[in-house]
């Protein structure tokens, strides 16, 4: 079955510095790929999604993520941490018609004045 | 559109008590997801609808959990008895059909007493 796999549930950065979200995924056929995230005490928001078209694609609040399919991974990326970023990350995996998702287990992003 | 509706946002009840959570989808969404979130375990896929209809409920725990979707508009996952171990965040999420992103509601906090 598709999963991803999210190394290290607690991230620490520096404001201004680069943030680094790893995610890993295991599928047999192409994926379609999504970053969600949460902000205390509220549900989960869509950051970003791969769904075979560009490799490179562009999030919101300044966020982006990768497909590499040699490395079966798409990490999530931003520049410039900043105060606003402090929230939980998740990756997430589904195949083409299934509308499941599954998720990893989460980064908890902390930024550091 | 107001996004994905759940009521309460906060529930606090007593051991064997019933708990009834509700969920009203984004007009026109095709499937529905109920998910169960907990520090230890994450975020858990109990059971998931398509045109009402459920289609997967491997992820409900125990048969004092059951789901319902009489309609488009609505939804409902029901606890009876409820138990401590049962409290966590409780979501819903819709998605359109073709669509696999999925659109969270912001949760209803589950505490058993």
């Known amino acids: 079955a598709q999963s991803v796999t999210q190394l290290g549930s607690h991230v620490s950065v520096s404001e201004g510095a680069l943030v680094l979200l790893r995610c890993n995924y295991s599928s047999s056929v192409p994926p379609y790929l999504f970053w969600y995230v949460q902000y205390p005490n509220q549900g989960l928001q869509l950051l970003l999604k791969y769904t075979s078209a560009a490799t490179l694609v562009k999030g919101i609040n300044g966020f982006e993520a990768e497909f590499k399919k040699s490395e079966t991974s798409f990490h999530l990326t931003k520049p410039s941490a900043h105060m606003s970023d402090a929230a939980e990350y998740f990756c997430?995996?589904?195949?083409?018609?299934?509308?499941?998702?599954?998720f990893g287990k989460g980064n908890q992003v902390v930024v550091i004045p | 559109d107001a996004g994905v509706i759940q009521s309460p946002r906060h529930e606090v009840t007593e051991m064997g008590q019933e708990v009834t959570l509700r969920c009203k989808p984004i007009?026109?969404?095709?499937?529905l997801f109920w998910y169960r979130q907990t520090m230890m375990r994450g975020l858990e896929l109990l059971i998931y609808f398509n045109n009402n209809v459920p289609i997967d409920d491997s992820g409900m725990p125990e048969d004092r959990f059951s789901a319902k979707m009489p309609n488009a508009s609505f939804s409902t996952l029901k606890i009876q008895p409820s138990e401590p171990r049962d409290s966590a965040v409780y979501f819903c999420a819709t998605a359109g059909q073709g669509v696999y992103e999925q659109f969270f509601g912001p949760g209803t906090r589950l505490t058993v007493l």
């Open positions: 007009s026109g969404h095709d499937y």
């Open positions: 997430a995996v589904t195949l083409y018609g299934n509308n499941r998702l599954a």
